[in-house]
């Protein structure tokens, strides 16, 4: 088999592939494995692109087993911070979403009585997510049957409930509130058209103390991958751009480089960018209704601009959190594409890895349109110039909540989404592909289609056949995908 990229999906789809017994080889356009999972280092600072929490970081999780199979869990230590995110507001008052939900209840209701409803009905979603109980393959018989017959009686009990939500969007919950501030945090800790379920479960997951962060952060997970499938005898050809899937009679036959080299295979397994795989490796060839209609309506993740400060400063004063938090700015100003009114700042001051010791990596991430960036780059110089004027408009937005930061700053860094789109190829640079919302809640999250029509021994997987993004279901795509491709061959699929 030949896999396309060796971001978490690719490095997943070649572990298990040499666990059941398949020769693989693994093309990659970058120079280091992860794909979206990374991070940088600048003088002496390492700067994260990707993780803030994992699921499944308890032992007691039935997604634990996954990390387990794949080498990410041994050895790794998490960090649980008390807090989720801060909000704070002009007028002196804070908004704390703490992990633990009584603590978050009485906490909230002490900031706004006033919207004592929605508060209520928030925590009575995390705890209705909480709830469920899901079992894992590993788990003895009875205790999977067990928990399997709970998890059906809390859908009966909570499955009203459950739709409800689903169909709610983060910007239709917020707009409950008539406290501005609770109104304005709300606004901030979950993608406005994103259905509200997914944060209730974030939360009941950060309850349970499953949604750990990593210490060292993305990279050493990522290295942690290559390593696996290295030490089952897999194969990775870096700096390796697949130009073409190539076909012969409906059937893929193997690839062809950016340099004209062509390497045949028995399968093809694309674990690249979902647009890049069938409009341009496939030519928009092996296209039915269904896909394109997926390419031409379903939403994307928002694109995503990151301005990195290593900063000579250890920043005790700000609690450790899991996303950070934010501030509201003296006056509106425009940041790149847009005008902000506040700030979210992201201190990892939980992970002492990323920084010569006494100081610390800052990382403030905005939504920042794909588009605007595209055409600032049609001249380089002005593209740069821009990204530059980016970093110290930051810097001196900074000094409002941190005096005498711009002294402090020792270097600074901007990723905007081409960079993200050169890296991963991913498209408009989408930072996880199809964003759910309640239009589309139901269809996305049934088990998309792995293989492509009219074509044999071509297979997707990763973040474009699995809709709402993430590590744990980059892993279980292609862990699904070598489960469906073991029962073609008959083979009993093996995670050992």
């Known amino acids: 088999m030949i896999i396309i990229g060796a971001g978490f999906a690719g490095l997943a789809a070649g572990i298990y592939g040499r666990l059941n017994g398949y020769r693989t080889e693994i093309y990659e356009m970058h120079n280091q494995p992860g794909g979206l999972c990374t ?22 999780s039935n997604l634990h087993n996954i990390w387990l199979e794949t080498g990410i869990a041994p050895g790794r230590e998490f960090v649980y911070a008390g807090e989720y995110y801060r909000a ?3 007028d002196g008052r804070t908004i704390i979403f703490y992990a633990d ?5 009485k906490h ?42 709970r998890t059906f009686f809390t859908f009966m009990k909570y499955g009203k409930e459950f739709r409800r939500w689903t169909g709610i969007t983060g910007e239709e919950f917020a707009s409950r509130f ?35 962060y990593p210490i060292g952060g993305s990279m050493p997970m990522s290295e942690a991958l290559e390593k696996r499938y290295r030490d089952l005898g897999g194969v990775i050809h870096y700096n390796k751009r697949v130009a073409r899937i190539l076909t012969t009679d409906g059937r893929a036959t193997g690839i062809r480089l950016i ?56 920043f005790d004063d700000v609690p450790v959190s899991i996303s950070g938090f934010s501030f509201p700015l003296k006056e509106p100003v425009m940041v790149a594409d847009k005008m902000r009114d506040r700030l979210p700042v992201h201190i990892f001051n939980q992970d002492p890895t990323l920084a010569p010791d006494g100081k610390t990596s800052v990382i403030i991430m905005l939504e920042s349109d794909h588009g605007y960036w595209k055409k600032l780059a049609e001249d380089r110089a002005i593209y740069v110039q821009k990204k530059d004027e980016t970093a110290r408009m930051i810097i001196r937005l900074l000094e409002q909540r941190f005096p005498g930061i711009s002294d402090q700053v020792e270097v600074s860094d901007v990723a905007t989404p081409l960079t993200f789109e050169r890296i991963t190829g991913n498209w408009k ?17 049934k088990p998309m289609e792995q293989t492509i029509p009219g074509l044999q021994n071509c297979y997707m997987c990763g973040q474009w056949v ?28 093996r995670t050992e």
Request: proline share 5%; aromatic share 12%.
């Open 466 to 493: 699995e809709p709402g993004g993430g590590l744990p279901t980059a892993i279980m795509s292609a862990r699904r995908l070598m489960q469906h491709i073991c029962r073609e061959d008959g083979r009993k699929f």
């Open 88 to 90: 704070e507001g002009a």
């Open 178 to 212: 008539s406290d501005p501030l609770l109104r304005q945090a709300f606004r901030e800790i979950w993608i406005p058209e994103f259905s509200m379920i997914f944060l209730f479960f974030t939360f009941a997951y950060l309850s349970k103390r499953n949604a750990g």
């Open 39 to 60: 991070s940088w280092k600048r003088n002496g600072y390492t700067f994260d692109a990707c993780i803030h929490w994992l699921v499944g970081s308890s032992p007691e």
């Open 101 to 105: 939900p009584d603590l978050l209840e």
């Open 259 to 314: 340099d004209c080299t062509e390497v045949s295979a028995g399968r093809v397994i694309s674990a690249a960018d979902g647009h890049a795989t069938l409009f341009d490796m496939l030519d928009g060839k092996f296209l039915d209704k269904k896909i394109r209609e997926q390419y031409d309506t379903w939403p994307l993740f928002h694109s995503l601009l990151f301005v990195s400060l290593g900063v000579n400063r250890k």
């Open 429 to 445: 640079g989408s930072f996880e592909g199809w964003l759910i919302t309640p239009k589309n809640a139901y269809t996305m999250m």
């Open 108 to 149: 909230l209701l002490a900031a706004a009585p006033e919207d004592k409803k929605p508060i209520k009905d928030f925590i009575a979603g995390i705890k209705m997510s909480a709830a469920f109980d899901f079992a894992s393959e590993k788990e003895p018989l009875l205790t999977r049957i067990r928990k399997q017959v």
